[in-house]
């Protein structure tokens, strides 16, 4: 990562996003800052996938504007995306190969020394053993620590992840967690969606509920998680 792409922050500013007549989100205002791990909170459809794509670049707003630092996306241009790790539903996986071609790949496509990173990325998914075994058949839970790590090589400085807990087992999770709190004390901005409210209260250090495309609250995140959900959003 450059130092000319580098922020310490990311600015949501009245940010609505329309499919047709269709309102995935309306004037969300939320400012996320490095060393934090934000938890967006919400029921399926409130919005949250919609608002993670729109900071990876890849859904732009209908109105408002996200900014990286001071600087927009177009000032940044497609470096900015050097600087972006997502982990969305699609895991971005080719069947087909190991799992040490998956990530020689995408070391590839960023300039990255594969012999380097592939290695240790393998290890921190708990993947070594299954390094040169086909994707076509991991677990759920296998790809999601590969997709994870996939998602890492590079280094992010914004971190975004739908649901990363998704197959995820008892010690899997420990470990996926551990990996996010290290990433934030490295200086990322990290976002988590996720519905399970025992995990965000657990790993995030703020929350954010979000309803029907409307950010309801946003709050440090401290015990009592499910009684302030319940009353911000609904049932849980």
Do not use: W
């Amino acid at each position: 990562m450059t130092a000319s792409v580098d922020f310490d922050s990311v600015q949501i500013l009245d940010v609505s996003r329309h499919f047709g007549r269709r309102r995935a989100l309306s004037r969300i205002s939320l400012t996320a800052r490095a060393g934090e791990i934000v938890g967006l909170l919400g029921p399926n459809g409130a919005g949250k996938s919609t608002l993670l794509s729109i900071l990876a670049t890849l859904t732009t707003p209908s109105t408002g504007e996200v900014r990286y630092g001071d600087r927009r996306p177009r000032d940044l241009g497609a470096s900015l995306r050097t600087c972006i790790g997502l982990l969305a539903h699609e895991l971005f996986l080719y069947p087909e190969l190991s799992a040490r071609q998956n990530l020689a790949f995408f070391a590839d496509l960023y300039g990255i020394d594969a012999g380097a990173a592939v290695p240790a990325a393998l290890d921190r998914a708990g993947l070594g053993t299954r390094a040169d075994d086909a994707v076509s058949e991991f677990s759920r839970g296998m790809r999601q620590r590969l997709a994870l790590e996939r998602a890492l090589l590079h280094r992010p400085r914004l971190v975004l992840l739908d649901e990363p807990f998704t197959g995820l087992d008892d010690e899997a999770v420990h470990l996926v967690s551990a990996r996010l709190r290290q990433l934030a004390a490295d200086g990322a901005i990290v976002m988590v969606a996720t519905h399970d409210l025992e995990l965000a209260e657990g790993l995030a250090t703020r929350v954010a509920f979000v309803r029907d495309g409307r950010l309801i609250a946003d709050e440090p995140a401290t015990p009592g998680l499910r009684a302030r959900y319940r009353r911000a959003v609904g049932s849980a």
